[in-house]
């Protein structure tokens, strides 16, 4: 496995506070923050250099998000999504509207949001209020989204229809979303999922030949790395 640091947030539990604030403090450096956020269920990801951040697929309660932001003194550029699935955008719209930045998303999964708000009643999760801030669609080139961070746009249609993997080739990580877990692939059977597109998506990221040790962050369980996909998981080939 390529190591990427995790972080598990829990607010709400106090006596775990003092630790989880020193946990972050030595994480000041990581580029890339793997973050299980209560209730836990999805991994977000926080990309930071110097002051300035991002987040991506955020889920959980937008309070706890502002709390990490403002804690640390980070100023939220904009919010990206692998695909529209509430678990990934749970909290897209307020912190968008909260910090005046743009969140993005694939176009073709614009009619999505708003859709699964039973799920984040499950989970004890406000629902997505589709008159919050509305997504701005991505641009599928290459972005620097924070200096000296850049970025590709990987589409992988299959488990959704604007389903997408974020490339970063300098640092060697791929935010790859629900397309493909550690020994098995993401569900095909939700709204404008195609078995038939998902594979090609996976076997695309495959032939995309990027060195063994790209870590792989996975919308849910811990991250692999490609050599890993290669060795572990029969369905991650051309």
Not at 92 to 99: D, E, P
Request: net charge negative.
């Amino acid at each position: 496995f390529v190591k990427l640091f995790f972080v598990q947030y829990n607010p709400r539990k106090q006596q775990q506070k003092q630790q989880q604030l020193e946990k972050m403090q030595n994480l000041k450096n990581s580029k890339f923050q793997l973050f299980q956020m209560e209730p836990q269920n999805t991994q977000s990801i926080l990309a930071t250099v110097g002051d300035e951040c991002v987040i991506f697929d955020p889920w959980g309660h937008a309070d706890d998000w502002a709390r990490i932001l403002d804690g640390r003194g980070l100023k939220l550029r904009a919010i990206y999504a692998t695909h529209g699935h509430p678990d990934h955008i749970a909290c897209a719209g307020v912190l968008a509207k909260k910090y005046n930045v743009p969140w993005y998303l694939h176009s073709g999964d614009f009619r999505l949001v708003g859709w699964g708000n039973d799920l984040l009643e499950y989970f004890g999760l406000p629902k997505i209020n589709i008159e919050d801030t509305r997504p701005t669609a991505l641009e599928l080139k290459r972005t620097e989204i924070l200096p000296g961070l850049v970025m590709d746009i990987v589409e992988t249609p299959g488990h959704t229809p604007g389903g997408v993997a974020y490339h970063f080739p300098d640092e060697k990580v791929l935010l790859i979303g629900d397309t493909v877990f550690q020994e098995s692939f993401g569900r095909y059977d939700l709204p404008g999922g195609d078995k038939n597109m998902l594979m090609q998506s996976i076997a695309n990221i495959y032939n995309m030949k990027l060195p063994d040790d790209t870590a792989v962050v996975h919308g849910h369980g811990m991250d692999t790395s490609i050599g890993w996909l290669k060795q572990n998981n029969p369905f991650f080939h051309s």
